[in-house]
Structures are given as structure tokens and as C-alpha cells.
């Protein structure tokens, strides 16, 4: 039985020397390929890998972002290092298009996240099965044949690793139950109630996955700094490289940014030639709003805050009120101040709110405003 770092291998091996694979069964997380999305892609590829009956089937785990964004996702590249894992090993959405334009069959697995991307759209009836734990946002599920996993606990990797102990607990080795573990304990701040993200299945599925590791686990607390540290090594990302190391779009007829940073929006905006910095960026991604989704962690302290951002400042206000009143004021904005023209600030009174609360009030904002 081969482990994942040999199916890796295989599966890039394949991809490279085979222009046009007769069948694509691709497992793809979000855009953002953020560590949840990245390694749930991976891990629960290998598992499907391992339990089909079709050899003819090439199972691809592919990362959803070019090939050139892989070093701005620092603590993937730290993570994936760490288990033997380099680039080489990976596939990445640049080979997406051409593979799907002349393979004989495409299916497509979503994980950590259950709506496809507007660039990906066209590619809905391909969808055979979601994993997930973000809220469910797609207007047809009924279509996905094969089924969804939807549950909101704190980390995708909590319902991966479930599915493995359920179909194929051997696949379990040091290798797979270190990636999930360590992406559980990240997603959910280190286990940490106060965070309000982690769950009774998430604490389940650690312990369960602590059985399978070479080395038993004295404390998470060393696993969770390692990667908080490697998430905020961003001293020498310019401006341009932090807006996207880790974003999301929405998009209906405006498009809108959201772009998740490991410092505090307000610290993000007194950089150096920012308005400048952002307005090429903003123009280069073809953003109408830029949201900015800043954060600090002390400790068991959390700190949000968000900036809202347009050279259309009336887009900066009418989202700023949408979000502000959202969910009946979820996330507790308190007005700020910038002085970064187009850009307003909120401290974030929420601090359990993450993007995946934000992103659906942005989308439902695109709904209500294109009407």
C-alpha cells in the first residue's frame, strides 16, 4: 500500500508525462489555499485514491492557486516541509485548464468549500461531492450526485480525518494524522474554547489522531506556535504579496476582495506608499471593494478588525453599513479611523467571526445590491 508521499509522486508523475489523462477525478480546495484547504485536499485525495475500484481513474489533489502564489502560503509551505512534502510533489491550478479541456471525463470534489469560484463555474456539472464545514451556499444541492459532508466544525481536516477512521483507519500513519492533527489544532487556535471555533468532533478527532502518531504529543501548544509563526512570517511580503496570500472573491457584476492578513487591518493601512501599493492591486485583481480582514493573536487573546475599500467611496460605505448591521450586528463593528482615502475601519468587537461569518454577508451584499 503506498503512503501519501508515493502517491504524490505518482500522480504528478502521471500528469507530467501524459499530456491528456483519458479520466480526472480532481479533489480541489478553495481559492484562498489556506492550510485547512491545502492539506484537506491532499489527505482526503488519498483516501479516495485508496478506496477506488476504477484504476483508470486518475485521482488529482490540486492546490487552487498558481503555481507562483505557493511561497506567499507560508505556513503551508512550512507544514508540507515538514512531512517531506516540496512543491515538486504538488499540483497546482495552472495545469487545471488544459487537463480539463482534454480529458475524456472530469469529476470534481470540493473541499473546503461548497461553491465554486466564478473562473471555475463552468465547471458546476463536474461536481460529484463536497466536504466541508463552511455554510451551505449552493442554490442546487440536490445536483451533487454522489453527496455532501457539510457540518461546521472548526477545521475541514475534522471531517477528513473522520472519513478516514470510518472508511480506511490504516491510512492513518505518522505522515497523514501529523498534517490533519497540526491543521486542526491551527483552525481551531490551539483547541481553544475562548476562540469559539473549535467543537466536541474537532477535540474528538485529535485525540483519535494522537493514537496514530510516532511521537505522542506532550502539548499542541508547540505545534500551534510553530505554525502561528510560520503563518506571520510576512516581513518580507510587499503589500501587494500580503493582499494575496490569503483571499477569497466574490463576485456579482462587483467584485470584492476579501483578503485575510496575520496583522491587524489598522497596521496593514499605516504601511508605507499603502494607498498606492493598494490601489495597483485593487486594479490589478479587478477589484470594485477590497475588504481587509486583519488579526492578532497574544496568547489566548484574539484581535479583528476590518477595512473596507474603494476608489467608489459610496462602495465603501453602503458595504461598511451592510456588514455593520449583518446577522443583526454580528460582528460588532465599532467604527475606527483611517486615514487612507476610500478605506474605512472597524475594530471587530466579534472576534470568533472569521472570514467564513464575513464572506456569505459580502455575497448576500452583492445580491441585494445588484437588485
Known amino acids: 500500500m503506498p503512503n501519501l508521499l508515493e502517491y504524490l509522486r505518482e500522480v504528478k508523475l502521471k500528469l507530467v508525462s501524459s499530456s491528456c489523462p483519458k479520466s480526472l477525478h480532481i479533489v480541489m480546495g478553495n481559492e484562498a489555499c489556506d492550510l485547512d484547504s491545502a492539506v484537506s485536499s491532499l489527505v482526503y485525495a488519498f483516501l479516495l485514491h485508496s478506496l477506488k475500484v476504477n484504476d483508470q481513474i486518475n485521482i488529482v489533489p490540486i492546490l487552487n492557486i498558481p503555481r507562483d502564489d505557493y511561497e506567499l502560503k507560508t505556513e503551508v509551505t512550512y507544514w508540507l516541509n515538514q512531512h517531506s512534502i516540496s512543491s515538486d510533489h504538488l499540483v497546482f491550478r495552472d495545469i487545471l485548464d488544459s487537463a480539463v479541456t482534454c480529458s475524456g471525463s472530469v469529476a470534481l470534489t470540493l473541499v473546503d468549500h461548497n461553491v465554486l469560484s466564478v473562473q471555475y463555474r463552468h465547471l458546476e456539472p463536474n461536481v460529484i461531492s463536497i466536504l466541508d464545514h463552511h455554510q451551505l451556499e449552493r442554490p442546487n444541492p440536490q445536483s451533487v450526485k454522489d453527496g455532501m459532508v457539510i457540518e461546521m466544525v472548526g477545521s475541514c481536516c475534522t471531517l477528513v480525518a473522520e472519513a478516514m477512521l470510518n472508511k480506511y483507519p490504516s491510512l492513518l500513519d505518522d505522515t497523514t494524522a501529523s498534517l490533519l492533527y497540526g491543521t486542526i489544532v491551527l483552525d481551531t487556535v490551539n483547541l481553544n474554547e475562548a476562540a469559539k471555533r473549535v467543537t466536541e468532533k474537532d477535540v474528538e478527532m485529535c ?18 506556535q510553530k505554525l502561528t509563526t510560520a503563518k506571520s512570517n510576512t516581513a518580507h511580503l510587499t503589500s501587494d504579496q500580503l493582499l494575496r496570500k490569503d483571499v477569497k472573491i ?17 497596521e496593514f493601512l499605516e504601511r508605507p506608499d499603502v494607498l498606492e501599493d493598494m490601489q495597483q492591486h485593487s486594479e490589478k485583481q479587478h477589484y470594485d471593494v477590497l475588504v481587509i480582514m486583519g488579526i492578532t493573536l497574544v ?16 462602495l465603501s460605505m453602503k458595504m461598511s453599513q451592510h456588514l455593520s448591521s449583518a446577522g443583526g450586528g454580528t460582528l460588532q463593528l465599532d467604527a475606527g479611523t483611517s486615514q487612507v482615502e476610500g478605506c474605512l475601519a472597524f475594530k471587530q ?23
Open 349 to 371: 468587537g466579534n472576534h470568533a467571526a472569521s472570514r467564513k461569518v464575513v464572506l456569505p454577508f459580502v455575497r448576500d451584499w452583492l445580491s441585494l445590491h445588484n437588485n
Open 207 to 224: 485525540r483519535q489522531l494522537e493514537k496514530h502518531l510516532n511521537s505522542p504529543v506532550t502539548c499542541s501548544t508547540d505545534i500551534f
Open 299 to 314: 496568547g489566548d487573546n484574539v484581535r479583528r478588525d476590518i477595512a473596507i475599500c474603494s476608489k467608489d467611496f459610496e
Open 250 to 266: 466574490a463576485e456579482n457584476k462587483i467584485r470584492v476582495g476579501v483578503a485575510s492578513i496575520p496583522m491587524l487591518a489598522k
